[in-house]
């Protein structure tokens, strides 16, 4: 039995409700999101445009405490404000490895509007986690099954991009895949065909490799940026094929003033960048690194091994790694 802790939040009336406050699961339940329960409908336009992080360390750590409370302050303050239509995210504390048991949170609002969120990022340690901040993309209601992070079988996924016409991704998979979509997204057909393109290759990098591959094939490109947290890894996938950063939507949250969009919100809009510790690493989408991180490299998978620490980062387009970064003091390492 595999349990998924899943607290989603949505605004009735002034108040925000929770909802399934513990879900448990066998092998192969799909929990993707819980009914729409009449969340206010939100502006619904262009591209989506989402923010990215994850982390895994030796031991549970908070977000605030890995990239510090300025970092967060800028997140909620500066980054959340562009990205209202909610966020999630799915952590576990199991320092061995494992990854089966997640506590998963969802709300239909914003981080400003949220202090769910602040209560994530500052008082819930986890050994390892993945977090979103959405905007969503025209015609995919704001609603909290189509809010990420996915989840299924012990695997958590959170995308930022648009994937063009993507309801040709049905036709990439089986129909036991395709039954397994519970919303409307393209961020969730990704996931599933990640997983069925995992199980078919028999292998985590390749069968990331095949998705990307078979999705910008049969749909064109766009950025499938992406984090999966699962059993014994914490993946990010750098796939953005030179998308053009959605400067115009940008632009029309802030009244026009590109002077205040957070760090990096222009040309380098769809950057990842990372930051590793002695014994973690965290890596985020734009607008909360400093100048201190590390660029990702472009058409990557990074795979972090949560037992060992040890992060190699794959092409996608095949190959060896081209970059691995030991912590020198992760225990296991």
Not at 83 to 98: F, N, V
Not at 135 to 145: C, D, F, I, L, S
Request: charged share 25%.
């Amino acid at each position: 039995m595999q349990t998924v802790k899943l607290v989603t939040r949505t605004r009735i009336g002034n108040e925000l409700a929770d909802e399934r406050p513990s879900v448990a699961t066998g092998p192969g339940t799909w929990v993707a999101g819980v009914p729409d329960t009449g969340a206010t409908p939100r502006r619904q336009g262009g591209t989506a445009v989402c923010r990215l992080i994850g982390w895994t360390s030796a031991r549970p750590r908070t977000l605030a405490q890995l990239v510090g409370e300025d970092r967060i302050d800028a997140l909620v303050t500066d980054v959340s404000r562009l990205h209202p239509d909610g966020w999630g995210a799915a952590l576990s504390d199991r320092t061995d490895g494992g990854g089966a048991d997640l506590r998963v949170e969802r709300s239909t609002e914003g981080a400003l509007r949220d202090p769910g969120f602040l209560t994530v990022a500052r008082s819930v340690p986890a050994q390892a986690a993945v977090l979103h901040l959405r905007r969503a993309t025209a015609g995919y209601a704001v609603e909290p099954v189509n809010t990420h992070p996915f989840v299924f079988d012990g695997w958590a996924f959170a995308h930022n991009g648009t994937i063009p016409e993507a309801e040709r991704i049905d036709g990439l998979l089986g129909g036991e895949w395709r039954a397994r979509r519970a919303g409307t997204t393209d961020s969730e057909r990704y996931f599933l065909c990640v997983l069925e393109r995992m199980e078919k290759e028999g292998d985590l990098v390749d069968g990331i490799r095949a998705a990307v591959a078979d999705i910008r094939s049969e749909c064109g490109l766009g950025s499938m940026n992406a984090m999966l947290l699962g059993p014994g890894v914490l993946v990010v996938v750098h796939a953005r094929a030179g998308t053009v950063p959605p400067l115009d939507i940008l632009l029309e949250t802030v009244g026009g003033d590109v002077a205040l969009l957070p760090p990096e919100h222009t040309d380098s809009y769809y950057d990842l960048r990372y930051r590793a510790g002695a014994d973690s690493i965290v890596v985020s989408s734009t607008g909360m690194p400093d100048a201190s991180w590390e660029p990702l490299a472009e058409e990557s998978v990074l795979v972090a091994d949560r037992a060992t620490g040890t992060v190699a980062v794959w092409p996608l387009a095949g190959g060896a790694p081209v970059v691995t970064i030991d912590h020198p003091e992760w225990p296991g390492s």
